[in-house]
């Protein structure tokens, strides 16, 4: 497959699932946002865009982050690479450059979240509740991949559109779970009271994730069992490990047809290997910040082997 | 004349449904499909039709026009029907053109027999801004140099036929006549039962069969055919993907495509690939820019290298321009004698060249009556147009033709045929033309079918999708 059409397809599926990821953000922000303030608190809306890693890009174009903004810049700002506005018209775009490559129920979902988008953004703010905004942003990154699924031929296309998918779904778990460290960080000892649980719920939640999590794990909401339902469960389907198992699997599905394995298989089965490995101990005793830092650094490294081997063309 | 203008269009035009209050023989079951059908079915069945178009993503964009690049072009469901024998004799007479425009083409390229004949004047070819000088003296595999020619004709009486024009480089629009005729067939299946319909779904097998069929000597085994388009931003890249599709091959890019050694390799997920065939979508200008536009981002540098070794080949090829040229046009009945000893089934539109002393007395004598155009005007600009102007006008017109002759020619007005049309008060004549798309490979082939262009406004002779024109599903009957 030409190079260009596998790029255009990972890129379909890492805007796809980025959108959503903004619409979790949203979601996470606005609940823990709803608890009494409490003095000496960094802004909990901050804390989503120093999570999100583009405090610098709001900063300097809406100020003061209030919850109206934080939505423009989530979801609506063009300017915004990130916004869901701008992941699903991006996708959209590379779906129909790659028209050939998709069925046609792919295609209708990208172009009906698109054609939806357009209609959204022409009703006024004020009828826009943000509830609905992320789950319209959910419903239609599941219609997507669901017509991925059930509709798309299981060929080399497939994989780099699912290669897509893991890669930003690893990066984007740990950096919801990230927000946790920002929201918490200047008082420790809030750390096991409550608030915390309550905050580690809305994660859950954000993930849609809350029932799951009691139905595997019961009784009391601890950061050491939220830890390993969103790191080290594979029955967690956003967990990290659920996510390099499934970046190994497809990557090695590529090696076996092209009949060729490089670096980046390798490097996938390091870091499944590795994960397998530890124990929720383990990342507490790194520190969980220090841990998922590493791990969004591992991955972005993993990215771009991806690139250079398989989308910029440049193999010989 | 004392009848009004509406009476006119009735008794001037040749109607390819009704003969003198009758039905003609290819349109007698559509008669009835047509009276069955009340204005709520038909509204319904439009609206069906226009959301599978849009659910397809078939849109036409415009260049420069703004707007939505997402636009339909608009669909009328009325067919246009030919009999088998009215397309057997346009066949042949379509096959021939394309044989001689080629014959021309391999020609004018190295001894330029014609032009040593004096058959067709020599300023005409090698100043001629389409001859391309960078690949003179080249023979391209099985000597096609052009392999989809589109014909445009227009139908003026039950046996008259004339071309308008020639499209020897990159002649667009077959993507509507096979998705016309796969939406007729969704919708109404019942015609295709009572009609005896030759298909034209074979149209792409055909042309990668042509594309593959002039592969270089150097090519062994099964060659690798490519599309290569300017970009989805480009207006027509609806039909490019759609085309790559259905033969199954590569959509590329000029990035996707880069020269190394004495081949063109394109970029896989696998690593380089050999391509052999260039099915190109992109102007000359744009293929090279070594070769031709150094500012050209669309093309691929050292291609034209690799085409004069052999390397590679490009469809049409580089240069087959020359041969679909306005002033060209006119010799093409003189290149059918000379190179295939024929008489031209198909005729030209009678073309005056007001840089004769005859033609041009013949022209100033009769401006009222004919369309006069500049040799290199296009687009409608600095023409006239002699029953629809005014006396003022035609005076004016005709100081600046004496000013200089030689840049000018006239062509009788054309009274286009009608087919009927779904228009808003029911069923009424529009004027249509006929694009067929002939393929040259080794072997010259042509589906039984066409696109069929249709002026959707009342009385207008326009066809062109940019100014209100639309398109048919065309039918040939099988005999």
């Not at chain 1, 826009?128 to 959910?138: F, G, H, I, Q, V």
């Not at chain 2, 849109?59 to 024998?85: C, K, N, Q, S, W």
């Not at chain 2, 100033?364 to 600095?382: A, F, I, M, P, T």
């Not at chain 2, 490979?441 to 009342?458: D, Y």
């Amino acid at each position: 497959m030409l190079s260009r059409t596998a790029d255009n397809l990972y890129w379909i599926a890492r805007y796809m699932e980025r959108a959503e990821t903004a619409a979790r953000l949203l979601e996470v922000g606005s609940r823990i946002a709803l608890l009494p303030s409490a003095a000496g608190y960094r802004n909990e809306w901050d804390s989503l865009l120093q999570a999100s890693g583009n405090a610098d890009a709001f900063g300097r174009k809406y100020g003061d982050p209030v919850q109206r903004n934080i939505e423009s810049f989530l979801f609506f700002d063009h300017d915004n690479p990130s916004s869901v506005a701008s992941c699903i018209t991006t996708a959209r775009e590379n779906g129909r450059i790659v028209r050939t490559a998709l069925t046609a129920q792919v295609w209708d979902a990208l172009n009906t979240a698109f054609q939806e988008l357009r209609q959204l953004e022409r009703k006024p703010r004020s009828e826009l509740e943000l509830s609905r905004l992320t789950e319209w942003t959910m419903r239609h990154a599941a219609m997507v991949r669901g017509a991925i699924e059930a509709t798309l031929l299981r060929n080399d296309g497939w994989d780099f559109l699912n290669l897509g998918y893991g890669l930003e779904r690893a990066d984007n778990t740990a950096r919801l779970m990230d927000v946790k460290y920002y929201v918490l960080l200047p008082r420790v000892e809030f750390v096991g009271s409550g608030l915390d649980n309550y905050q580690w719920t809305t994660l859950l939640r954000a993930m849609s994730a809350h029932r799951a999590f009691h139905w595997a794990y019961g009784g009391e909401v601890t950061a050491a069992k939220i830890a390993h339902f969103l790191i080290l469960n594979t029955q967690c389907p956003r967990s990290l490990i659920t996510c390099v198992e499934g970046i190994s699997t497809h990557l090695d599905r590529l090696s076996k047809a092209y009949g060729a394995t490089t670096d980046a298989q390798a490097q996938a089965r390091a870091m499944l290997l590795a994960l397998r490995e530890t124990k929720v101990d383990d990342i507490f005793d790194e520190g969980l910040h220090d841990f998922l830092s590493r791990f969004i650094r591992e991955t972005a490294a993993l990215g771009s082997v991806v690139h250079d081997t398989y989308l910029s063309g440049d193999m010989r | 004349m004392a009848v009004g203008p509406g009476a006119v269009a009735v008794t001037q035009y040749f109607n390819e449904m009704y003969q003198g209050g009758k039905v003609r023989p290819p349109y007698a079951r559509l008669e009835d499909w047509m009276k069955a059908m009340p204005a709520e079915l038909r509204t319904l069945k439009q609206a069906e039709a226009e959301d599978l178009f849009r659910r397809i993503g078939i849109t036409f964009a415009v260049y420069g026009e703004g707007g939505d690049p997402d636009r339909l072009i608009p669909f009328d469901m009325f067919p246009r029907v030919f009999t088998g024998a009215e397309w057997a004799r346009l066949e042949k007479g379509i096959k021939q053109r394309a044989r001689a425009l080629n014959a021309f083409l391999v020609d004018v390229y190295q001894r330029g027999e014609i032009v040593r004949a004096g058959r067709v004047p020599s300023r005409l070819v090698y100043q001629n801004e389409a001859y391309e000088k960078a690949v003179a003296g080249i023979r391209p595999p099985k000597g096609v140099y052009s392999h989809i020619v589109g014909i445009d004709i227009v139908r003026t009486g039950p046996d008259e036929f004339f071309v308008l024009e020639d499209n020897c480089r990159t002649p667009s629009g077959v993507s509507y006549m096979l998705e016309n005729r796969e939406i007729m067939m969704r919708m109404f299946p019942d015609l295709f039962r009572e009609n005896r319909i030759e298909p034209v779904e074979k149209y792409p097998e055909i042309l990668r069969r042509t594309l593959a069929s002039v592969a270089p000597e150097k090519c062994s085994g099964e060659p690798v055919v490519v599309l290569l388009t300017p970009g989805h931003f480009n207006s027509a890249y609806y039909e490019h993907s759609f085309l790559a599709d259905l033969m199954g091959i590569e959509l590329v890019e000029g990035q996707d495509l880069f020269v190394e050694g004495e081949f063109v390799w394109m970029r896989t997920t696998e690593g380089p690939k050999k391509v052999d065939v260039i099915y190109r979508r992109i102007d000359d200008a744009f293929i090279d820019p070594l070769c031709f536009r150094p500012d050209s981002m669309l093309g691929v540098p050292g291609l034209m290298d690799v085409y004069r070794s052999g390397g590679v080949t490009i469809c049409s090829a580089p240069g087959a321009g020359v041969a679909d040229d306005k002033a060209v046009y006119t010799f093409v009945p003189e290149m059918i004698r000379f190179y295939l000893g024929e008489e031209p089934i198909l005729q030209n539109v009678p073309t005056w060249q007001c840089g004769k002393a005859d033609d041009l007395r013949y022209v100033l004598d009769n401006l009222s009556e004919l369309v006069v155009k500049e040799v290199h005007g296009s687009g409608g600009y600095g023409m006239l147009v002699g029953p629809k102007s005014t006396k003022d006008e035609v005076a004016a017109f005709r100081g600046k033709i004496l000013a200089d002759p030689g840049n000018y020619i006239a062509q009788p007005t054309l009274s286009l045929s009608t087919t009927p049309t779904f228009v808003a008060e029911g069923v009424a004549p529009r004027h249509v033309d006929l694009r067929p798309y002939c393929l040259v490979g080794e072997r010259i082939e042509l589906v039984p079918g066409a696109l069929t262009r249709v002026a959707l406004k009342e009385g207008s002779l326009v066809v062109n999708s940019s100014q209100g024109g639309g398109v048919k599903d065309t039918w040939v009957l099988a005999e």
